[in-house]
């Protein structure tokens, strides 16, 4: 167990329709970063958010977005769903965030269908 | 800037063999490597880093990686392999590094790993 908790396990939805998954960081890690995991794409950073703030920019699309709220939980919204936005929807923390010094500590993930 | 690639996505060997997973990367500046393991419907778990101390590095479950400045590798491997070693492997390098703002991990495609008994 990584300490890091995202909400729900899993989604299922139409096209067209917007979610929004959770995550919760370890106890004190102050970095969230969201990745998104499909077959075509592979692992790819969205997102990452540092106690409060946007800090980065990946390939996130533009109906997509984020926010980390002041008790440091994220949630990554994602709307107008297409086919191709069905993956699984990582959470990482981190303590810090000079890059590559902290570990990053990854959740369960949530799997995304769009139907 | 950074990449990483992973040779090969599927890597079958048999128990107790040499476990042997290849990673290049592409970097400007000195990188900060990982490899990271992932069990079915489980997320990403370190196995070990590498950020320029000991070019060999030590992981957990057994594993240990030599990062090979010449050669732009940082292959990842484990004397004798295990059913339970049976994973994807992903190497990742961290976007920016030397205190850098931006933390995030760039990742290769990924080997999946099979052991036959």
């Known amino acids: 167990d990584s300490g890091v908790t995202q909400t729900p396990k899993h989604l299922i939805t139409a096209t067209g329709q917007r979610v929004t998954l959770r995550c919760s960081p370890r106890?004190?890690?102050?970095?969230v970063y969201w990745y998104q995991q499909s077959l075509d794409q592979g692992l790819q950073f969205l997102i990452q958010y540092y106690n409060g703030e946007e800090r980065a920019k990946g390939n996130i699309l533009e109906r997509f977005s984020a926010q980390q709220f002041p008790d440091l939980h994220s949630e990554l919204n994602l709307s107008s769903l297409e086919l191709g936005d069905s993956a699984l929807y990582f959470c990482?923390?981190?303590?810090?965030?000079?890059?590559?010094?902290?570990?990053?500590?990854f959740g369960p993930g949530t799997r995304l269908t769009v139907l | 800037a950074q990449s990483v690639t992973q040779l090969g996505s599927h890597v079958s060997v048999s128990e107790g063999a040499l476990v042997l997973l290849r990673c290049n990367y592409s970097?400007?500046?000195?990188?900060?490597l990982f490899w990271y393991v992932q069990y079915p419907n489980q997320g990403l778990q370190l196995l070990l880093k590498y950020t320029s101390a000991a070019t060999l590095v030590k992981g957990i479950n057994g594993f240990e990686a030599e990062f090979k400045k010449s050669e732009t590798s940082f292959h990842l491997t484990k004397p004798s392999a295990h059913m339970s070693d049976a994973a994807e492997y992903f190497c990742a390098v961290s976007e920016g590094n030397y205190g850098g703002s931006q933390g995030n991990l760039i990742f290769g495609k990924g080997t999946k790993l099979s052991v036959k008994p």
């Open positions: 990482a923390s981190s303590s810090g965030l000079a890059g590559g010094l902290y570990e990053q500590f």
């Open positions: 106890s004190g890690d102050l970095s």
């Open positions: 970097s400007s500046v000195p990188p900060y």
